[in-house]
């Protein structure tokens, strides 16, 4: 299965590949996935990053590399993923160096991977299960709309549940 294409102003969401693979496994090894269960051993992290390639396989969905459109680089991911531990698809995302924060770039791709899921899949809600104490990724739910959602159990320890609504849903 491969990820439609989604375009935004100044990014490219797709189906996330081998051109990635530097970007993300620098990620996955550093610090900055501590809230991704790392960070982690070169092995590892491979095998985190290619369970998000094999999930499109597996699910029909998941999560996009989010790119620049000017220069190509891998920013990212971002959109809806769902390990079997998971009740629903949970809304995540992550910028692979702390050089792409505070430029807008997480909420415009968050935005477009929210969208798609709730046009494509029909989904009135969705979760991001994020950690007590990463302060931007909380800021950004909210930012989106997000609330905290008490009444659904994060299944990731130190993590409590914001809920993104649809459109439709948010009536």
């Not at 000017?70 to 949970?90: K, M, R």
């Not at 899921?117 to 299960?129: D, I, K």
């Not at 990724?137 to 609330?147: E, I, T, V, Y």
Request: glycine share 8%.
């Amino acid at each position: 299965m491969t990820a439609p294409m989604l375009t935004t102003d100044r990014l490219i969401l797709r189906t996330p590949d081998s051109r990635d693979e530097a970007a993300m496994l620098g990620f996955f090894t550093s610090d900055r996935a501590r809230f991704y269960g790392g960070p982690y051993d070169l092995g590892g992290a491979w095998r985190y990053f290619a369970a998000q390639v094999g999930h499109w396989a597996l699910r029909g969905f998941g999560m996009f590399a989010v790119t620049e459109k000017d220069s190509g680089a891998t920013l990212g991911l971002a959109g809806p993923w769902q390990p079997p531990t998971f009740p629903e698809p949970e809304m995540a995302w992550l910028l692979t160096e702390a050089q792409h924060e505070g430029r807008g770039h997480a909420a415009e791709a968050v935005a477009a991977a929210l969208a798609h899921a709730f046009e494509t899949h029909g989904w009135a809600s969705l979760p991001s299960y994020i950690d007590h104490e990463n302060a931007s990724s909380r800021a950004l739910a909210r930012r989106l709309g997000a609330r905290p959602d008490p009444a659904a159990t994060a299944p990731i320890a130190n993590c409590e549940t914001f809920r993104h609504f649809a459109p439709e849903a948010r009536a």
